[in-house]
T-cell receptor, first 113, second 109 residues
């Protein structure tokens, strides 16, 4: 595997389900990000982890819970979601103090029914 | 934080036409500037970047020049192909990226 991978690529879940999104980066980076991309809205930064510590949480509802067990892996735990949470969830990684560029995974297309 | 204003789309072009997507930003410092591209069904890919004033980033026939005096970073390509159909995002970065709304470009054969 190369770059940033995300699983699953597609997920359909009911509002009472609990599921997790997984992201893995194979680039040797030490910062990781979760973004939400909804139709006709700008990309929304949700969480930032730097050196495995959460450094940013942009007023994300508690039904989204991130976890970063090491610098290569990032999870987004989902529970009691709402239909408006349906979106493409993108993971990205970068080097702390690097040139600023981030490398993105292909995303997980989430549908909440 | 930084913010960006990007030309609204959608933009529809014929093959071999000239493409320009305008991007202006506001920033307190001197951010690095990026263009990302998102092809259908995929994540964002870094297209090009520039890190200081007057730098020109280029990749795949696309170019953009860091203009500090006009706080702009317009994307250009001289002859587009159908495969350039995608959504393009301008993003300044001081310590994190600030994305524009994206411009959808469709190139017709």
């Amino acid at each position: 595997e190369t770059g940033v991978t995300q699983t699953p690529r597609h997920l359909v879940m009911g509002m009472t389900n609990k599921k997790s999104l997984k992201c893995e980066q194979h680039l040797g980076h030490n910062a990781m990000y979760w973004y939400k991309q909804s139709a006709k809205k700008p990309l929304e930064l949700m969480f930032v982890y730097s050196l495995e510590e959460r450094v940013e949480n942009n007023s994300v509802p508690s039904r989204f819970s991130p976890e970063c067990p090491n610098s290569s892996h990032l999870f987004l735990h989902l529970h009691t979601l709402q239909p408006e949470d349906s979106a493409l969830y993108l993971c990205a990684s970068s080097v702390v103090g690097g040139g600023g560029e981030q490398y993105f995974g292909p995303g997980t297309r989430l549908t909440v029914t | 934080g930084d913010s960006v204003t990007q030309m609204e789309g959608p933009v529809t072009l014929s093959e071999e036409a000239f493409l320009t997507i305008n991007c202006t930003y506001t920033a307190t410092g001197y951010p690095s500037l990026f263009w990302y591209v998102q092809y259908p069904g995929e994540g964002l890919q870094l297209l090009l970047k520039a890190t200081k004033a007057d730098d020109k980033g280029s990749n795949k026939g696309f170019e953009a020049t860091y203009r500090k005096e006009t706080t702009s970073f317009h994307l250009e390509k001289g002859s587009v192909q159908v495969s350039d159909s995608a959504v393009y995002f301008c993003a300044p970065s001081d310590y994190k990226l600030s994305f524009g709304a994206g411009t959808t470009v469709t190139v017709r054969a």
